[in-house]
């Protein structure tokens, strides 16, 4: 089993800074860096920043309604 510090991209901050940025949500990440969403998304909270998708967004079937 791998850990978010294993992947480069997921270590440096500013690199994973640009890439949400860039507007990558954490499946996007996840699959680019070929680790799990759970891996993202440790990453992030550790760095303190948040993507598109991770928080926030509404599930279509609730904004159906």
């Known amino acids: 089993m791998k850990h978010w510090y294993d992947f480069a ?6 690199k994973l800074k640009e890439l949400v940025d860039a507007g990558l ?5 996840s699959v680019r860096e070929g680790c799990s969403r759970q891996c993202v998304e440790t990453a992030l909270k550790r760095h303190g920043l948040t993507a598109k998708g991770q928080r926030g967004v509404m599930p279509r079937f609730i904004r159906r309604r």
């Open 9 to 14: 991209e997921l270590l440096d901050r500013t």
């Open 25 to 29: 949500s954490v499946r996007e990440l």
